[in-house]
């Protein structure tokens, strides 16, 4: 056999190396989709790439990114309506293809992550349908030899001021399609919207309540057969031998395939095909790392730690300053690997026919998903298909290829469409997990208690290195430490470094990346500094904020006025709770939370009130935001209090929900989101609520207990004197 | 390969399967309804929930012999277009995100509401602690169940 586990990243590689070239495009509405429909008399109008008018005036807007719950099929609509002058309530949407046109402005590719497509597609949406408003008003002038200046559209109309004429968008639309598309239409200004900053329900509930969504698992192609693969348990080893017969005399097992990542039992459907993998019997060739563990990876990660790494930060005299400070402090924190455990577990289904590859993936990725298809198949780009469904969660993990690489190659292997479907097993088990840091902190005071030296090192794997290899330069991966490296706090002296290291756990992005363990580290330290200074946590932060001269200073401030009143600080919490605070920038949003917290009877931690505010500039719609925020702040409470990967003889420990627990209903603190108003641009929102979490969880069991947690997750005996 | 009789939103269904085949999977691939999730495969996670006999069961831990002669109700069996009180009530408190695990929870309210019209946040903690949501829309659901049993947002817990 070649080598299963090594095509994928290979192919991947070299395939993000031409795919990330071109990091910002211009703001541009991409003219229609090339696949659209041909114009014919009398049909609809379709202005550009996003927008297109039927002639009963129904409303589509083209969604060319992901669904995964961050609320984007109504976000997007809201844009186009505010400038369109329609009932965004009335707008269907359609998901699009994988298509240059849907290249996402802020990083020059068509994906969903980073929080993301609100801020890049904030000005192109409302571009595209200011366009169209003004060619369907174009339509009405000449139709009635009026000037434009006369009329006025609204709710899907345009009305003529003095004689009250009025004509439908539907009526409008083959004469819309013959007029010019104007490249320089001006949006309305804020005090004008009438759409933006509405509390509006979602679009996608009823498909979704109904149980008629279309989620990836849930996609069926005439004469599909179901594949598991059996990978390697240790990550990078390969399979030597494979002995098939019992697999095969399972009933329902078709084909039994080598696969880039293992053995593939592909059958009828997914029970005979998991039956047919508990039958198989793979020997492996488990490779370098089949005798590690959590343990010697912490061990060999507490010596690297001494040496210095490579400089992320450095202010006025660094570390050299401690040696100066009055008092010092010291400490170490250190975060495990986690998953990211989406709901709907990893799968992607694939038709490779001779000539086209036509794919239905839950996926973040489209722009790369193509040219690997393309590359698996031996087909050009032009003969692949990408239609995106429904994601059951994203988080980060369905940036990846791998469930794509394996259904392309699977359904190649033995000529049938083909859907591969990872069990919660594999799904925990194969991840490309949050990267596990181990910290080393110092912070030197003054006389007085005030911080003047801080100094951060870090041990962790790159994402990058493997993710976006021509984007990682000097062995810098600022994904490591964002978050760390940006510190907004007035301390004269700054050192922050980070050393690499690849045990080979595979790591990637999950949700909020950077900022999911350095705002731990962060804000708990800055609280073991007002500790020791005998300062309140949160009169330490308004000082070194207002000091600072980091631009986001006052932002991150106003978010942590906004939390601390509104969850009392300062006023004794109910008897037996205690509070505790941490304020964070992530992907252009600055989120302070205040969590409540009491121990349970066994002493556990029981977190009973986070109050949230978020400043996240201009806002589209309120609800989608304190969803998101309710949504990051529990992913960051499942991991701070349950989550947590362990590697044992060089494989997952973890396996199911049973083992690596997210947060339930009865654990669900009460959450109480509050918007900052502001007239900056518009930050990202589905991520930026996650950092701010664990910190302050742990602050309010300091105040409580008096015992500083430094490792994650949270442990009961961590807590006892 | 045995068949099977069973009783699905009240229409008989014949099917061919293993017999320990779950009956999630009998549903998704043999019958076609998707609206019923695998989420672990563990009775873990509820994402798998329906109503054999009218009580709330993870279908990915019935095999398909036991389920014969039961009746069995899906999320698609719930209501045609969406009319169940739970299913309005999810859509007024604007509660899916994903919406993945969104047929497991709104099996679990409707069992929880047809044995106890007026849940408290404890029935609710009891009732619906079996199912995991990734989106964390705990809050909003714990808000839609109430509002499904016509309480008043006084009576509710949390916003
Ligand atoms: S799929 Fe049945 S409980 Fe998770
Ligand atoms: S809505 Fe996504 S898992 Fe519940």
Redesign the interface.
Known sequence: MNAPGTMARRDFLSVVAFAGSGLVLGVHVPTRRRDGAPDAPGAEFAPNAFVRVATDGTVTVVIGYS?????ILTALPMLVAEELEVDPATIRFEQGPAADEYKNPLFGLQATGGSSTVRGMWEPMRRAGAAAREMLLAAAAARWSVPRSDLVAANGTVTHGSSGRRASYGSLTQAASKQTVPTDVALKPASAWKVLGRRM??L????????????G??V?VPGML?AVVARCPVFGGRATHFEATAARAV??VRHVVESPSGVAVVAD????AL?GREALSVTWDEGATAAQSSDAIRARWVQLAQQPGITARHEGQGADALAAAARRLDAVYEAPYLAH?????MNCTARVTAGAVEVWAPTQFQGVNKQLAAQIAGVPESAVQIHTT??????GRRAEQDFLVEAVSISKAVGAPVKV?Y??EDDIQHDFYRPAVYNVLAAGLDAAGNPVAWTHRSVSSSILARFFPQMFHDGKDENAYEGAADIPYAIPNIHVDWIRDEPGVPVGFWRSVGSSHTAWVKESFLDEIAAASHTDPLELRRRLLGASHSPSAPRLLGALNAAAERAGWGTAPPAGRARGLAVHESFGSFVAEVAEVSLGGDGTPVVHRVVCAVDCGQIVNP?TIE?QM??????GL?AALHGAITIDKGRVVQT???DYA?????E?P???VFIVPSTEGPGGVGEPGTPPIAPAVCNALFALTGKRVRRLPIRPEDLQG | MPTYTLTVNGRRRAVTAAADTPLLWVLRESLGMTGTKFGCGGGFCGACMVHLDGAAVHSCQVPVADAAHHRVTTIEGLSEAGTHPVQRAWIEEDVVQCGYCQSGQIMSAAALLAGKPHPSDADIDAAMNGNICRCGTYQRLRAAIHRAAGDAPAARGGQ
């Open positions: 669904e995964m719950g961050q609320g329900k979602r996608d509930s009823l498909p979704k309540v109904t149980g008629r969504a279309q989620f698992l849930d069926r179901v009933p329902g459907g997914y029970w005979a039956k455990a989406t709901m709907e577990p429904l994601l059951g969660g994203g988080f479907v069990s919660r609800l969803a309710q949504s990051a702040i529990v992913y499942s199911n929900f049973n997210p947060l339930r209903m009865a669900m009460r959450v109480e």
